[in-house]
């Protein structure tokens, strides 16, 4: 829907092409690839970009590098680094790493978590469409989960904090308000001029997965 009005590039990171073996490293080597891919083509504005979760940590950072620029940015619930201890951010990372190792192996589970009827979009099967995703949720290997959840959490951006010109906006879904807290706090003082917006009734991801054109209408009247 959006490349009826941009060109729209769609980053797959390492470890997420499941047609490809390779191993997800870091969101600093994400950005270092796609910085590398854009300058080859001769890409060095960008209108915009969009991250989702550990996207949204992607999108900071390429922003925050400025190698590349980027007019208007929307970091829906993204990630932000962690400010523990070292170890503390283990334990961390140990116990989200065995809630998804979990989740992944059992479809019973992953229901309870992201509930079919919720997120499946209307006119889609649930039953096919599950199943499609723990197909593809079990070629993801032990390192590419704990690379993703020690990345997402504790990925390194510049320091002092870089003044970009970027139009920026934090979105969040009303659902995930307080799981989301943190990241936004994290985020709005790293780049004091970013915007919030709260997404009505709607968990992390929702938005974008479940009602695209709704999504792709809000997004259109920032990019605007």
């Not at 209108?47 to 550990?54: E, I, R």
């Not at 390194?156 to 308000?177: C, H, L, N, Q, R």
Request: aromatic share 12%; proline share 5%; with cysteine.
């Amino acid at each position: 829907m959006l490349a009826q009005n941009y060109h729209v590039f769609q980053v797959a990171p390492d470890g997420h092409d499941s047609e490809e073996k390779s191993d997800f490293v870091s969101i600093e080597k994400t950005v270092a690839d796609v910085t590398a891919w854009l300058k080859e083509k001769r890409v060095n504005c960008l209108d915009a970009v969009y991250g989702l979760s550990m996207g949204g940590g992607c999108a900071m950072c390429l922003i925050a590098e400025r190698k590349i620029r980027v007019d208007k940015a929307i970091v829906d619930g993204g990630t932000a680094p962690y400010l523990y201890p070292k170890w503390i951010c283990k334990l961390i990372c140990v116990k989200d790493f065995l809630m998804v190792k979990l989740a992944y192996s059992n479809r019973k589970i992953m229901e309870a978590a992201f509930p079919p009827e919720r997120f499946t979009q209307k006119g889609h099967d649930p039953i096919k469409e599950y199943g499609e995703l723990m197909k593809y949720l079990k070629t993801y290997s032990n390192k590419i989960i704990w690379n993703v959840f020690w990345s997402a959490n504790n990925y390194v951006m510049p320091e002092p904090a870089s003044i970009v010109s970027t139009k920026m906006v934090f979105w969040y879904g009303e659902d995930e308000a307080h799981s989301r807290a943190r990241d936004l706090k994290w985020a709005k003082a790293y780049f004091p001029d970013m915007a919030a917006k709260m997404i009505p009734k709607m968990e992390h991801g929702e938005f974008v997965l479940i009602y695209p054109e709704a999504f792709c209408q809000t997004a259109m009247e920032f990019l605007q």
